[in-house]
């Protein structure tokens, strides 16, 4: 017996929802995909990562921009993410309304939907071509880093670690311990 169809969405169509709705949200292989609010640590940690790779970028004069959720990220046209926190360095990847194509870097903090983040889109990132993404595991105080260009598992550091940012090759890191 099989089960029923499950609609797919494309980006328009989501686009076309979400303008009628304050409810996070995001489309995954064509799949709406609803998102819990953050928790404060959550939110805590996202803000102080933007603070600190906004100021890395403006003190060297980078050419890269830093964004922090809610900001869209058009993946291609049936995948539509927010990423908790992200650097685009391809200023015609930015649009006014969305982002169009994959960021540099991707640093999501896990949340009640930890699945999401380790795997539905670790998997998005990946074949979206992502070169850097971060997972901020909250539950086991980890930080897990893919750097998809260099290495096939990631590494990992306690939040007491300093985390070097690959995509600047190590000039910055981050220690989420100091960010709580």
Same mark, same amino acid.
Request: net charge negative; with cysteine.
């Given at each position: 017996?099989?089960?029923?169809?499950?609609?797919k969405?494309?980006?328009?169509q989501?686009y076309?929802?979400?303008?009628?709705?304050?409810?996070?949200?995001?489309l995954?292989?064509?799949?709406?995909?609803?998102l819990?609010?953050?928790?404060?640590?959550?939110?805590?940690?996202?803000?102080?990562?933007?603070?600190?790779?906004?100021?890395?970028?403006k003190?060297?004069?980078?050419?890269?921009?830093?964004?922090?959720?809610?900001?869209?990220?058009?993946?291609?046209?049936?995948?539509?993410?927010?990423?908790?926190?992200?650097?685009?360095?391809?200023?015609?990847? %930015?649009?006014?309304?969305?982002i /169009?194509? !994959?960021? @540099? +870097? &991707? %640093?999501?903090?896990?949340?009640? /939907?930890? !699945?999401? @983040? +380790? &795997?539905?889109?670790?998997?998005?990132?990946?074949? !979206?071509?992502?070169?850097?993404?971060?997972?901020?595991?909250?539950?086991?105080?980890?930080?897990?880093?893919?750097?998809?260009?260099?290495?096939?598992?990631?590494?990992?550091y306690?939040?007491?670690?300093?985390?070097?940012?690959?995509?600047?090759?190590?000039?910055?890191?981050?220690?989420?311990?100091?960010?709580?």
């Amino acid at each position: 017996m099989a089960g029923a169809a499950v609609e797919k969405y494309t980006a328009e169509q989501y686009y076309a929802l979400t303008g009628e709705t304050n409810e996070p949200m995001e489309l995954h292989n064509g799949e709406i995909v609803y998102l819990a609010a953050p928790s404060i640590r959550h939110h805590n940690i996202t803000t102080e990562v933007f603070s600190r790779l906004r100021e890395f970028i403006k003190f060297k004069g980078g050419d890269c921009k830093p964004f922090h959720s809610p900001v869209d990220v058009r993946i291609d046209d049936y995948t539509v993410v927010q990423p908790d926190v992200f650097v685009v360095c391809d200023k015609n990847k %930015i649009d006014e309304k969305y982002i /169009n194509g !994959a960021p @540099d +870097l &991707v %640093i999501e903090v896990t949340s009640a /939907n930890r !699945a999401n @983040d +380790l &795997v539905d889109k670790l998997g998005i990132y990946f074949a !979206a071509g992502v070169r850097e993404y971060w997972i901020v595991d909250t539950e086991y105080n980890k930080v897990l880093v893919y750097n998809f260009e260099q290495q096939k598992f990631p590494l990992i550091y306690d939040f007491t670690d300093d985390a070097p940012v690959g995509i600047y090759g190590g000039e910055l890191s981050i220690k989420i311990s100091e960010l709580l």
